[in-house]
């Protein structure tokens, strides 16, 4: 299971920090992991991935520069650090995990790809 935390509300410019956590027996390092997103009206985009070794991400070029994806397996938890925030990234932001036998340094970018979701946690940025 992954529950998805962090979201809020914040101005241009902005920043926020969205976690991840695996609960359970779940261990974060057991998989490769990404963010997706998905705007009112919109349907769902992937945002950043990083691989199961934690050695390569990858992210998509509307949050190039502004986002990093990370993982503290240690903590069991994804993060997604998202600085100068801009009205275009509200959304809905979710975290999937992908099951992976090998320690792997493959990216996933497609949503299904992945085998678990978390919740959802909505981000607002306003102008």
């Known amino acids: 299971q992954l529950q998805a935390s962090g979201g809020g509300l914040v101005q241009a410019g902005g920043s926020l920090r969205l976690s991840c956590a695996a609960s359970g027996r779940t261990e974060i390092s057991s998989y490769a992991t990404a963010w997706f997103r998905q705007a009112p009206g919109k349907g769902r985009e992937f945002v950043a991935a990083?691989?199961?070794?934690?050695?390569?991400?990858y992210y998509a070029d509307s949050v190039k520069g502004r986002f990093t994806i990370s993982r503290d397996n240690s903590k069991k938890t994804g993060y997604l650090l998202m600085i100068s925030l801009k009205p275009e990234d509200t959304a809905v932001y979710y975290c999937?995990?992908?099951?992976?036998?090998?320690?792997?340094?493959?990216?996933?970018?497609?949503?299904?790809?992945?085998?678990?979701w978390g919740q959802g946690t909505e981000v607002t940025v306003s102008s």
């Open positions: 999937a995990a992908k099951t992976l036998t090998y320690y792997t340094g493959n990216i996933y970018l497609s949503e299904r790809d992945y085998d678990y």
């Open positions: 990083i691989s199961r070794n934690g050695e390569n991400t």
